[in-house]
């Protein structure tokens, strides 16, 4: 269509300068980033000075080592690992689940069913009452407090059920009339058609997951059970030098500072995000697509 | 329906009502594994949205962590008093609702004219690559930039090297210390972090506009501006409507994580917002009953906000929400 048109001259310069400021955008996004990166690969003391913008002035790994070698980051790691994993696998398993059930039209009681969850939407008790309702499950200091309470969403719930809609029956009933009940129906015929809203889900959850640092900072006091999220938060937000001592562990050398290790521990955390982003990429936008059309 | 209907045309039904009842509990027992999958979700409902939403009530008791909720003795509206009596008030609201008004005001119409401009990009491959990149800061967690702003704000920082090396200031500023800067700093860092996941559902939306309209705009003359203004733009008119009630209903929502990462004792006076208020009396000064209470007022008027909005936009072009 746009083809049929003669470029004119300001057509030309219309296309130059969105350009320029397309490629000014891209710019302001991935510097900061960079910025980062090229610093935790300085040397500590060095870097100290400032002035390092485009590449690292003196080149260190010391930073990554000592933070590979910190128990502390590593255990909080590890739990970062366990939550997200698991925390997603259930979260996609159970709210399909449910908004499979719900998307069933002969299902009795279904419109209040989906009410109760509507309205959920728009109401809740805010922070104070549902920190007492997790005190009270004993969920505080509690591996399952990452879990349980984030194993179901009424938004994904909607995703979900609108994709489900679109399964033609047929699928259904030929499996039912081989003798499968619904559970085996949802588990055997709809989560492998479903593949796509399940990998979108998956991959919101998991950012989630992996990105969520106020259930460690409220509900854990254990240090041993807090995500890597949290973490940082302590020692980013609150700089907390006891932390950062508990950080470095002996035989570290000088070149180290906490400055430095804050940095590597970031790029550390970021990396899986990074990583794994442009092979999500297409779903999530699919993904996103699905949710704003009925949303 | 398969049930039901085989239900029905098996069982002849000397009176409706009881016939009814079976069929009700044939059709139950029939979708016995369904009703399971289905009350799962709905206990989980319950528990973690209903039995919170029974909880405020302690807003209107004096609550203390040892009694249970039932047991502790109501006081009315006292803690909403105490609220409106608190010298902290005024200056909560002011910071809620003005980095709220300045969210809206700026980071609300950019991604749309990022959404415009990225539409006439003419080369798909450099669309897709700045697609990319403008929705990676999405993925990062407030933690993370919380840390990238204070090392680009840092005394030794990329920002005070640069505007000392210009001469524009002489010593280095601690940003974060500065209550006059942390306002610029909420809004930006927001906008850095959201434009390209918020134009994400434009560019949806101007996909779905009709190519006739472009062409008829192109024989009518239409340049490259004219179309975005005349054809685009209230192409996407119901879009933008909706996404404009759920901001103005999020008013109230300062962004919590972002302030509570980059908020310190120094830059407190712009920093204290209803949420991080709430945070702060409730679970660090353990004042339940009073933080509960504060939560609760917000929460009401977000809900008007919501409503109002939603009326509004109804009125003025036929879309809403509900």
């Known amino acids: 269509m746009l083809k049929l048109n003669r470029r004119t001259a300001g057509d030309a310069t219309f296309d130059a300068i969105n350009v320029i400021i397309m490629l000014a955008v891209c710019f302001v996004t991935l510097y900061p980033i960079w910025y980062v990166l090229v610093n935790s690969f300085n040397e500590g003391q060095d870097a100290m000075r400032g002035g390092i913008y485009w590449w690292p002035r003196v080149f260190s790994i010391e930073s990554y080592q000592a933070v590979f070698k910190s128990s502390g980051i590593m255990t909080a790691m590890g739990v970062t690992v366990a939550k997200t994993l698991l925390g997603t696998a259930l979260h996609v398993f159970f709210t399909a689940m449910v908004a499979y059930a719900f998307s069933r039209r002969e299902l009795v009681g279904q419109k209040v069913y989906i009410l109760l969850g509507t309205v959920t939407l728009f109401f809740n008790g805010g922070l104070i009452p549902y920190y007492l309702l997790i005190r009270d499950l004993h969920l505080l200091d509690n591996f399952l407090v990452y879990i349980i309470p984030a194993m179901f969403n009424f938004f994904d719930l909607i995703i979900f059920m609108t994709f489900f809609r679109e399964i033609p029956d047929g699928l259904e009933e030929a499996a039912r009339i081989d003798g499968a009940n619904d559970l085996s129906i949802f588990v055997r015929i709809i989560i492998p058609v479903s593949m796509p809203v399940i990998a979108t889900i998956a991959l919101f959850h998991g950012v989630y997951q992996w990105n969520d640092y106020f259930t460690g900072m409220i509900y854990i006091n254990n240090m041993d059970l807090q995500p890597i999220q949290t973490y940082l938060y302590r020692i980013v937000a609150q700089s907390s030098s006891n932390q950062m001592a508990a950080a470095m562990p002996g035989g570290i050398s000088k070149n180290v500072t906490s400055q430095s290790i804050k940095l590597a521990t970031m790029v550390v955390t970021t990396m899986p995000i990074v990583l794994a982003y442009p092979f999500l990429q297409k779903y999530f936008v699919k993904g996103l697509m699905i949710g704003s059309i009925k949303g | ?322």
């Open chain 2, 1 to 322: 329906m398969s049930a039901k209907l085989g239900a029905e045309l098996t069982q002849p039904q000397p009176h409706i009502s009881e016939g009814k009842q079976r069929t009700l509990l044939r059709r139950l027992l029939n979708q016995k594994y369904l009703q399971v999958m289905a009350l799962l979700g709905v206990a989980w409902i319950i528990i973690f949205s209903y039995i919170p939403m029974y909880g405020v009530i302690i807003a209107f008791k004096q609550y203390v962590i040892t009694h249970s909720i039932s047991d502790a003795p109501w006081v009315g509206l006292e803690n909403f008093k105490a609220f409106l009596d608190d010298d902290e008030l005024p200056k909560v609201i002011w910071n809620t609702l003005g980095m709220s008004f300045f969210k809206l005001l700026i980071g609300f119409p950019l991604p749309i004219l990022f959404a415009l401009f990225l539409n006439e990009l003419r080369s798909l491959r450099l669309k897709k690559a700045v697609q990319t990149i403008s929705y990676l800061p999405h993925f990062l967690s407030w933690v993370i930039l919380g840390g990238i702003l204070a090392t680009w704000l840092a005394d030794v920082g990329i920002i005070n090297h640069i505007l000392m090396g210009l001469h524009i200031i002489k010593e280095p500023i601690s940003y974060l210390a500065e209550p006059s800067y942390f306002w610029s700093i909420i809004i930006t860092s927001d906008i850095w972090k959201e434009l390209g996941w918020s134009a994400i559902i434009y560019l949806a939306a101007i996909a779905g506009v009709s190519p006739d309209l472009y062409e008829a705009a192109t024989i009518d003359g239409a340049g490259r501006f004219q179309k975005m203004w005349y054809v685009t733009l209230p192409g996407i008119k119901g879009t933008v409507s909706i996404l404009f009630i759920l901001a103005i209903s999020g008013v109230l929502n300062s962004n919590f994580d972002q302030i509570l990462v980059l908020r310190n004792s120094l830059n407190e006076s712009a920093s204290n917002v209803i949420d991080i208020y709430v945070y702060q009396t409730g679970l660090v000064n353990s004042r339940y009953s009073y933080s509960a209470a504060v939560g609760l007022i917000k929460s009401l008027i977000a809900l008007v906000l919501l409503l109002i909005a939603n009326s509004v936009s109804k009125k003025l072009n036929e879309t809403s929400l509900f």
